[in-house]
């Protein structure tokens, strides 16, 4: 009986605090990874309008992607979070998301600036201010995050002022050993994106098999890959490539060759190239 009673209290409390938790107007959970500053004083939430849209003045092929995606996927994902924020919808809807990039002609390069401050107030039009379009984007993945629910709602009344901890944030995939296929490099990469990462390390080729298909040595990945199909060709490169910095992901490449590849059996079709 003793123990049956500690257990119904050790009960009783956990739901005590899950309750208080539900009840608290708490912030932490809505953004990934966690911002530098992010002010919510009076927790409430906006209905965005059926004709929502991200206007961004700046014609840059890679940012218009980014706005073209988001402006998709904000009307129709219908985020639920595992527990919602407890905030009153205010008198207005959201209808406007503006950006405002400062140097669009940055490129994406290691130490690329991809701060931005991104203010969304009671209702009209949220204001997104970055000074390269890869800090733009990296605001429009925070106010993807702001927005919820079943009509989509997003967080009023928020600043969130951010910026990387770290110049260099990324993944290395070794598709000498394990081939991928490319539907496979570009969901990494949109994983990448959706953390904030900016860097996928590709390293593409080593001694176990050699999947790039070069047009001028076409006998490397037509002995080095290990079948036909399990190959990436230029297109291939130039389309990861791209996607890559639709996302704000630079793919840096990694070919390794002639000599740590060439001690594999590709060495018998190239003899006179020795590690």
């Given at each position: 009986m ?8 050790q ?6 605090i899950?309750?208080s ?7 932490i ?5 966690k911002?530098r500053?992010l002010?919510?004083?009076?927790p ?10 991200i ?9 218009s992607?980014a706005?073209r995606?988001f ?7 219908r985020?639920?979070p595992?527990?919602a924020?407890n905030a009153?919808?205010t ?15 940055a490129?994406l390069?290691?130490g690329?600036?991809?701060s931005?401050?991104?203010t969304?107030?009671?209702g ?7 000074e ?5 984007m990296?605001?429009l993945?925070?106010f ?7 009509p989509?709602?997003?967080?009023a009344g ?19 050993r394990?081939y991928y296929g490319?539907?496979?490099l ?5 994983g990448l994106?959706?953390n904030k ?9 080593d001694?176990h ?5 070069v ?11 290990y079948?036909?199909?399990m190959?990436?060709?230029?297109a291939?490169?130039r ?10 992901v ?16 590709l060495s ?8």
């Open positions: 003793a123990r049956l009673s500690t257990l119904l209290i009960l009783l409390c956990t739901i005590a899950l309750h938790i539900s009840n608290v107007h708490s912030h959970n809505l953004v990934w990874p911002p500053r002010s919510w004083p009076h409430k939430a906006a209905l965005l309008s059926p004709t929502f849209n206007h961004s003045p700046i014609p840059h092929p890679h940012l992607a706005v995606r402006n998709r996927l904000i009307l129709t994902e985020h639920r595992i527990l924020p009153a919808l008198a207005s809807s959201m209808h406007s998301l503006t950006l405002s990039v400062t140097n669009p002609s490129p390069a290691h690329a600036d991809e931005y401050t991104l969304v107030p009671l009209g039009a949220a204001a997104l201010v970055a390269t379009p890869w800090g733009a990296r605001g993945e925070t993807s995050q702001l927005v919820w629910g079943d989509p709602r997003a967080a928020v600043v969130v002022e951010d910026g990387p901890l770290f110049s260099h944030r990324g993944l290395m995939l070794d598709t000498s394990n490319v539907e496979d570009l969901r990494l990469i949109k994106s959706e990462l900016n860097v996928f390390h590709w390293h593409i080729t001694s098999s050699f999947p790039l298909v047009p001028s040595e076409p006998e490397l990945a037509g002995k080095g890959a079948a036909a199909e190959v990436y060709t230029p291939d490169v389309r990861v490539v791209e996607f890559g910095l639709e996302h704000g630079r793919v840096i490449p990694e070919i390794d060759t002639p000599g740590d590849v060439l001690h594999s059996n018998r079709y190239f003899p006179t190239c020795t590690a």
